[in-house]
Every structure is written in structure tokens, then in C-alpha cells.
């Protein structure tokens, strides 16, 4: 069946430095991936999204990239503030019996120090 | 745009009682969901639906049941609620190929 792999939390960095969450999948044939974001008490909202191999999705300084060959869609921010401190999920989504529903990863939380 | 609209927002139940959560979005999206969200469990699927007058299960779908009688709604109904229910649920609503769209959440809490 299909997964998602996420790197434990909480990640911690401090304003300004640059960041990484590992996010890796499993799954058949091609399916679209997803980084969603959630803040503290809030439902969690689209961040980016890529639908096919090398694609790149980009949104808010943050960037993923489709990575078949490693089965890969790694978050990265050049400089991270500290509003961006929540939750993130990775995601990925393929239609399969006339469905089109998501698996989520666990969510790696981050916080943002000043 | 209103979304995808979740009520009510907070609620405490004693253990036994039924109740609903409502759903509901205007972006006409054939594909709705509702997910448990717990500490440490990530997003955990309870029901789906992929268009009007069909649902079916996800992984948790014990103690709830759903409808979808138009392509606006999905309550999610509590047949009689148990403290092992107590946990934030989502809805969200989604085009085919695009991502989801959540709703705010529901903290339920059942005593």
C-alpha cells in the first residue's frame, strides 16, 4: 500500500537558517505529492504540490522536489522565520479505484527561535 | 470563499451521547473527507466520500457513521460517544488531482 516517511520532531532552528524536512514515499505508479502546513489551532492548508517527476512546487520560500529515482519530496526554506513555527505534513495522492485519497505522513513539527 | 466550513468548533459530550458534526463546502468538489487528528498519530482517515449518495470506510470508522446527500454536505455522526473518541476532527473537501481543503477543526471531548 501506499506511505509517507517524515522525519521525527521537533526540528528547532533559529531565525535565518536554512531548512530541511525529509520526506520519503511509497507507492505505485505516479502519484502527486503535497506538503501541507498546519498552525497552531487551525486545520492544515496546501503549501505546495508537484504532480509528476522533477517537477518542483514552490510557495512562500518553500520549495520540493519530485524525486522518482529516491522516492523523495524533501522541504527546504533558505531562511526560515519565526511565523513559519508549525506543523508540516508530507502528503502524496493517487487515484486508485475511483478514489483520490491522500496519505499523510506523522507531521514534523518546527519551531523558530528568534 | 468560504471553503470548507466546520461546526461547531468545540464541544463536550458525556459518555453515551450521539451527536453531529457538521460539514460543508461551496467549491463544489466531488471528493470529502473527515480525519481524526491525535497526538503523536498524525491524520488518521475515518470516512470518504467520492461524490452525492456514495461513502465508505477509512482506516478508524468504528463509533461514526456519514452521509452524503448532496455534494455540499458530510456530517459526521457520533452513534454514542466513547472517551476513546475524544480528538480533533478535520473535514476537508478536494477536485480530483488537486490537494485537500480543511476545515478549521472540531474539538471534541468526551467525559
Known amino acids: 500500500g501506499n506511505s509517507v516517511t517524515q522525519m521525527e520532531g521537533p526540528v528547532t532552528l533559529s531565525e535565518e537558517a536554512f531548512l530541511t524536512i525529509n520526506c520519503t514515499y511509497t507507492a505505485t505508479g505516479y502519484p502527486s505529492l503535497f506538503w501541507y502546513v498546519q498552525y497552531p489551532g487551525e486545520g492544515l492548508q496546501l503549501l505546495l504540490k508537484a504532480t509528476k517527476a522533477d517537477d518542483k512546487g514552490s510557495n512562500k520560500g518553500f520549495e520540493a522536489t519530485y524525486r522518482k529515482e529516491t522516492t523523495s519530496f524533501h522541504l527546504e526554506k533558505g531562511s526560515v522565520q519565526v511565523s513559519d513555527s508549525a506543523v508540516y505534513f508530507c502528503a502524496l495522492s493517487r487515484l486508485s479505484g475511483g478514489s483520490y485519497i491522500p496519505t499523510f505522513g506523522r507531521g514534523t513539527s518546527l519551531i523558530v527561535h528568534p | 470563499n468560504a471553503g470548507v466550513t466546520q461546526t461547531p468548533k468545540f464541544q463536550v459530550l458525556k459518555t453515551g451521547q450521539s451527536m453531529t458534526l457538521q460539514c460543508a463546502q461551496d467549491?463544489?468538489?466531488?471528493?470529502m473527507s473527515w480525519y481524526r487528528q491525535d497526538p503523536g498519530m498524525g491524520l488518521r482517515l475515518i470516512h470518504y466520500s467520492v461524490g452525492a449518495g456514495i461513502t465508505d470506510q477509512g482506516e478508524v470508522p468504528n463509533g461514526y457513521n456519514v452521509s452524503r446527500s448532496t455534494t455540499e454536505d458530510f456530517p459526521l455522526r457520533l452513534l454514542s460517544a466513547a472517551p476513546s473518541q475524544t480528538s480533533v476532527y478535520f473535514c476537508a473537501s478536494s477536485s480530483l488531482e488537486g490537494g485537500y481543503t480543511f476545515g478549521s477543526g472540531t474539538r471534541l471531548t468526551v467525559v
Open positions: 467549491m463544489n468538489h466531488e471528493y
